[in-house]
């Protein structure tokens, strides 16, 4: 199980059962833990729906009391042009 | 090279010329904690600083970072006036006014230009990440306040890049975040020196634009790097050393660095992709700017000192070095500016506890109108977005007394008259008070305060007396008073 994290206005960019496409971080212990990936994923409320979990902040870096699980169905490559 | 700059008194400046001979001083005097404890890169460390910030404590050098054995922290590297002053070379208990002096001393001389040395030379290249070994993560790079929008690895440090153009150089201090382990986002305002030539050149043409982010900077050369100076901030650097400063090639593009600087990245910043940056916890005590796209840096290459010690600048409530440093060199260079205008100014004052916001200044006035063009000038330099009070007091006010300035604008300054609002001006995304339209656009507002008596007023019959304990009584009942003052019973003034 991976711990992710992502940053947002209001909960409602997070709708259940819809393709996402979201700029995550890790929060796995170990010296990459922070670091971003650009994902599509899908989010449940429900916290056993997926195997990895999702916490959520907001934009001045509140935690939200909402917890996540989430489901990456893969990455984006944001650099394409810069390898 | 240059001559070697005297101070006053006619001796050569002694100023630390790097990172490591600076803490070697601030040890000696006993302005820097050694912890040989472990600390955790994950909050820990930032606070500590952030603590150290607001107890005005010693600066402190982090030896046992969990997860990177090899590499130190070193934190609130000036947020002390006794840092700064040790930082110049100074005695460490010189007076604010003092250190303000010498600063302009140094600054109104001769600029100091840098020299390039060898690479073989040049401490910064002890350790080179190239290609795939290309990873931030292999730096002790701090979370530094729980909630920040990433690891920032540039907090303080400079931002070095090199007009296409004109070719001269700029170093700034641009805060970086670390996206993923070879990019990084900061952000860049629209009226800052990077700003502009990124808008005015490289994003319309697509081009990327090569940088360098030097890390563990001399105090000095940070000082420069903060400062809102026209003199070039490696030129500026050896006017306030006294000796010019030792600058390097990088290895994967010709920008010339710090030669003892602890961490040097090298690469471009990407024209076509923004990734999201902050929040971060700012210099005005708030998470103010907006988490959104801003300027996109990519990393090609690390080189690091041995031992390599990375510089941590924790920004929050008063008074850290981004408020104090700030003030003090945003305050001074206001002072040349208005100076060079010709204008009757004793002096000018930034209180850190403003968040560099308020500008104090101190006039002789000899003419009506004089604090609007104090005021206009100061909001219309180039170092106008960075603070939006301007509060002028006569020459009678010290300028350093916060108790004085106080009194002075709540009983000299007029509302009616006195008091005048500037619209639509140029702002920051981080003022607090700014609407999240202003910060997005970068607009604000000013207000200046005129807290001088009108030179129509008929300084006998209209201009009130002043009732204090100097200024009414004559000289021979002071003496008399101040004389027997412990024999009247009181404890003695010190």
Known sequence: MNKWEVFVDDLSELPEGEGLELTIRTLNDGFHKYTYKRVTAEVSKSLDQYADSLQVRFGRGQLSDKKYSINILGEIDRFPNYQ | ?494
């Not at chain 2, 697509?206 to 890390?215: L, Q």
């Not at chain 2, 003892?260 to 024209?271: D, F, V, Y």
């Not at chain 2, 104090?374 to 020459?395: E, N, R, T």
Request: hydrophobic residues 35%.
């Open chain 2, 1 to 494: 090279m240059s001559a070697i700059l005297k101070d006053e008194g006619g001796t050569a400046i002694n100023a630390p010329k790097s990172n490591r001979e600076y803490i070697e001083r601030l040890m000696e005097t006993g302005d820097c904690v050694r912890i040989e404890q472990e600390v955790d890169w994950d909050n820990e460390a930032g606070a500590i600083v952030r603590r150290v910030c607001e107890l005005a404590a010693p600066a402190p050098l982090m030896e046992n970072i969990k997860d990177y054995p090899g590499f130190r922290y070193f934190g609130a590297a000036l947020s002390t006036y006794r840092r700064v002053a040790i930082s110049l070379g100074m005695d460490p208990d010189s007076t604010l006014p003092e250190i303000g002096k010498e600063y302009l001393k140094r600054t109104n001389g001769e600029p100091i230009a840098p020299v390039e040395i060898e690479r073989s030379a040049a401490p910064c290249k002890e350790n080179i990440l190239m290609g795939d070994d290309v990873d931030l993560c292999k730096l002790p790079v701090p979370l530094v306040h729980e909630g920040d929008g990433g690891r920032y690895i540039g907090t303080w440090h400079a931002v070095i890049t090199k007009h296409p153009i004109r070719g001269d150089y700029n170093w700034g201090m641009y805060r970086q975040m670390m996206y993923d382990s070879r990019t990084m986002c900061g952000a860049v305002f629209p009226f800052s020196d990077l700003g502009k030539t990124l808008s005015e050149y490289y994003t319309p043409r697509g081009e990327t634009m090569p940088f360098a982010t030097a890390i563990g900077l001399s105090p000095l050369a940070a000082m420069a790097a903060c400062a809102p100076s026209p003199i070039p901030e490696s030129e500026l650097t050896g006017m306030l050393a006294g000796a010019p400063v030792e600058l390097v090639k990088c290895e994967t593009n010709d920008l010339l660095v710090p030669a003892n600087a602890e961490i040097i990245l090298e690469g471009e910043i990407i024209p076509d992709v923004m990734v999201e940056e902050g929040p971060f916890g700012e210099y005005t005590g708030y998470r103010t700017s907006p988490r959104m796209p801003r300027v996109t840096f990519r990393v090609n290459c690390i080189t690091y000192r041995n031992k390599a010690t990375l510089t941590i600048s924790n920004m929050g409530v008063p008074m850290d070095e981004g408020q104090l440093l700030r003030s003090f060199s945003l305050g001074l260079e206001l002072d040349k500016l208005l100076r060079s205008q010709g204008i009757p100014i004793t002096g000018v004052y930034m209180h850190p506890r403003s968040t560099h916001h308020m500008m104090i200044v101190g006039v002789k006035v000899t003419y009506a109108g004089v604090a609007q063009q104090i005021a206009q000038l100061a909001f219309g330099s180039k170092l106008g977005p960075w603070f939006h009070m301007v509060m002028v007091v006569d020459d009678s006010i010290d300028i350093y007394n916060w108790d004085e300035v106080y009194h002075a604008f709540c009983t000299r300054c007029n509302p009616e008259r006195d008091i005048h609002i500037y619209k639509n001006t140029t702002g920051t995304a981080l003022y607090p008070h700014a609407s999240p339209h202003e910060r997005k656009y970068s607009i604000g507002s000013k207000v200046s305060f005129d807290c001088t008596w009108p030179v129509d007023w008929d300084k006998v019959n209209d201009v009130p007396t002043v009732v204090s304990f100097k200024n009414v009584y004559t000289q021979e009942i002071q003496d008399k008073v101040t004389g027997n003052w412990e024999a009247y019973g009181f404890d003695p003034v010190k």
